[in-house]
């Protein structure tokens, strides 16, 4: 695995690894947003990864789509991706949108055809089980082409690792509050023992006050899916979404939760207590912790409406006790630019596997995954 000790053994003389400073938060009961908060903008760290495009192929010669859902498999080897069925969407299509891929980008199994209209957010439990996050149900213009298309959508889905559905949270199709129902559910994590956290709604991070479609929730579930509690609402203060686009766990069992219309990290116990707010890995679409508590953050969207004062699109990596970031990879250079605008193409989803090497999920004009590979290691 690549660490900030071993690379700076090979740059110490020549680079240095930016601290982060002290950041100023807004007050309690002060709506100030993000953008606000003392941070300077974090570009320029060594990049010590080679950039694959176009990494791994699908069954059948298929094309990529969207890919914003992958996590590695416990083997630490094998990644797990979710597809948009070669689009953006899997409304209209019979493929299977959740692969298998060995390190060499082989697709080793598939499954899903069918139950899942727009895989968004992913995780992989200590038993090798996946989980699927299915943000939506089938839109207007889908239904008009296919009006038999599946009623999918608003749910988590766990498959054990050959495919079979072993537990369905949320009602097909049915956009609701929990315990029965989710709105546009961004992601789903897994704690250490067990306990299913979900966070919503996707829509959230468009809004700039509220609505009747303003919710910034994280909901938690015991093992076999009976509702525990949710927190948060949506809003601008520490404990208030704005899209809480992704989860992770480090290895203290905090939940980490990337709060990407507000343009941060926000840390809680498992209890839904507040515990900090970070900046300085920038507007998250993507969000993973590994072992080690190395942190990958990947930023898709920032540009000067969305994120403004300079962040740039690109990977930030970096310490998940610490909030040290170690190492940014820019954003691919692309005829159209991911997000909203901006420049260039960043992933949205990301996750690494066991000697360090990250897989990014691409979103928009570049689709399929991009896999960076660490380099820059001693002897």
């Known amino acids: 695995m690549l660490s900030k000790s071993r690379y700076m053994a090979v740059v110490a003389c020549s680079i240095m690894v930016v601290f982060v400073p002290a950041l100023t938060f807004a007050q309690p009961g002060a709506v100030v947003p993000p953008e606000h908060a003392s941070q300077e903008p974090i570009n320029h760290l060594p990049n010590p990864y080679e950039t694959v495009r176009d990494f791994g192929t699908l069954p059948d010669g298929r094309m990529w789509g969207s890919v914003s859902a992958l996590n590695v498999d416990i083997d630490g080897e094998h990644i797990w991706v979710a597809d948009r ?64 298309a599946p009623r999918k959508g608003h749910q988590v889905v766990k498959f054990s690792p050959q495919g079979e559905v072993l537990l369905v949270l949320g009602t097909p199709g049915e956009r609701g509050n929990p315990p029965t129902h989710f709105s546009e559910p961004n992601d789903v994590a897994i704690s250490p023992d067990g306990h299913i956290f979900v966070g919503e709604a996707h ?16 909901s938690k579930f015991a093992p076999d899916g009976t509702f525990i509690k949710s927190w948060g609402q949506w809003g601008f203060r520490d404990g208030e979404f704005r899209a809480p686009h992704s989860l992770s766990f480090d290895s203290q069992g905090r939940l980490f939760v990337a709060d990407r219309g507000n343009n941060r990290i926000q840390i809680f116990d498992q209890d ?20 080690n508590d190395v942190l990958y953050a990947i930023d898709s969207e920032s540009d ?76």
């Open 203 to 218: 829509n959230g991070q468009f809004l700039d006050e509220p609505g009747p479609n303003a919710i910034g929730r994280i």
């Open 272 to 291: 839904g207590i507040h515990l900090d707010t970070w900046y300085q890995f920038s507007r998250i679409s993507g969000l993973f912790i590994d072992k």
């Open 304 to 379: 000067e409406n969305y994120n403004p004062g300079g962040w740039r699109k690109g990977l930030r990596v970096g310490s998940a006790r610490t909030g040290e970031v170690w190492y940014f990879v820019r954003e691919h250079v692309s005829e159209r630019n991911s997000g909203m605008g901006g420049v260039g193409a960043m992933g949205e989803g990301v996750t690494a596997d066991a000697d360090g090497n990250v897989y990014a999920g691409e979103v928009g004009p570049i689709q399929g995954v991009t896999k960076f590979i660490p380099r820059l290691i001693p002897d």
């Open 85 to 148: 069925c070669g689009a953006n969407s899997c409304a209209e299509s019979n493929v299977d949108p959740i692969v298998k891929m060995d390190p060499e980008g082989n697709v080793v199994q598939s499954f899903g055809a069918g139950l899942i209209t727009w895989p968004h957010g992913m995780d992989v439990d200590s038993d090798g089980n996946v989980w699927i996050v299915d943000a939506r149900s089938p839109n207007e213009r889908e239904l008009e082409r296919t009006p038999n």
